[in-house]
């Protein structure tokens, strides 16, 4: 398969759509005081000792899926797909966030510009695996590898419960060395980030620490692995690339109706990196067309299906189509599209 620019595809693509799919989903802002309503309630039983100790974990299951909800229209929000002024987007994107204390400003600059522009393409994605050179020139990028998932290493799968809180924090202290940000500019995400921490101190302190463990601490380890089985599997098991197609360097995961409304159609990536302004609401009408004009090219799975290859193979890439375990020599053929 001959790689294409996004550009390309949105210039064939495009004319088939309307411009209702292009507009803000601001209904999807009601999301917002539901999974709050969803949270303080849950913080309000937990810190009056109102229910049994033994229903305090499926309630922190619950909670732990809102903050995942709150993230997923954080996500839509900052690319201008829910509102379009720039302070509103990122009120909401705090809001939305705030689980994962992370700042958007922040989020804009590594997600919205870098990854997106650099999609899958090794040095240049923060969000990519890395290449067997990388993996052997440098001990951090060697430990953070070898707590992925992958290779059926059990740290790898409970490292989903950590992921995106380590790669956040990561992210904020790498971010002026990468010139992802201004000096100004950092300084306020910093700030941000810190107003977020200061939420949480605040109620741990409010509340006790045994009500702060499962009204935070459990259902953030449920957000992180809810949020990172979608982020890992719609790249990690694709190639490198150098031309940002997202046909071949990404990959949209699907589940039960349930489940991709909850998500708020988070799991439609190919979809997503071809129109990140796009509400994920209209995913499955540009997932049809990409389906009729592109049917050996577009690249789906199942998200169970695609977790398993993921936990299976390893994270290192020896070409930009095999993956490999640098301990072993196994290797991995990466997904490929059909045309290819």
Known sequence: MQPRSISAYAREIRPLLTREHFAPARSRLLWLPAHL??????????????????????????????????????????????????????????????????????????????????????????????????????????????????????????????????????????????NWLTRAEHARAVAETLLAIAVWVTLAAVIGPLAFVFAYALPLMVANAIVMGFILTNHSLSPHTDVNDPLLNSLSVTGPRWMEWLTLGFGYHVEHHLFPAMSARHAVALRAVLRRHFPRSYQSLPLLRALRALHRSARVYETRTTLVDPKTGRRWQTLTPKAA
């Not at 619950?62 to 954080?74: H, P, Q």
């Not at 020139?137 to 060697?142: E, F, G, K, P, T």
């Not at 430990?143 to 998932?149: D, K, L, M, S």
């Open 37 to 178: 309503s969803v949270l303080l309630c849950g913080i309000w039983l937990l810190a009056g000792q109102r229910l049994p100790w033994f229903v305090w974990p499926p309630l922190s299951l619950v909670m732990g899926g809102s903050f995942a909800g709150l993230t997923f229209l954080a996500h839509e929000a900052l690319h201008g797909a829910v509102v379009r002024g720039k302070r509103l987007r990122r009120l909401i994107g705090w809001i939305g966030f705030l689980p994962f204390v992370v700042s958007p400003r922040l989020w804009e600059a590594w997600h919205n510009r870098v990854h997106h522009q650099h999609a899958n393409r090794p040095g240049e994605d923060p969000d990519a695996y890395p290449t067997l050179d990388e993996y052997r020139q440098s001990a951090l990028v060697r430990a953070v590898t070898e707590w992925g998932p992958g290779r059926k290493r059990l740290r790898g799968a409970l490292s989903l419960m950590f992921g995106f809180s380590v790669q956040s924090l990561h992210m904020l202290l790498d971010a002026r060395r990468r």
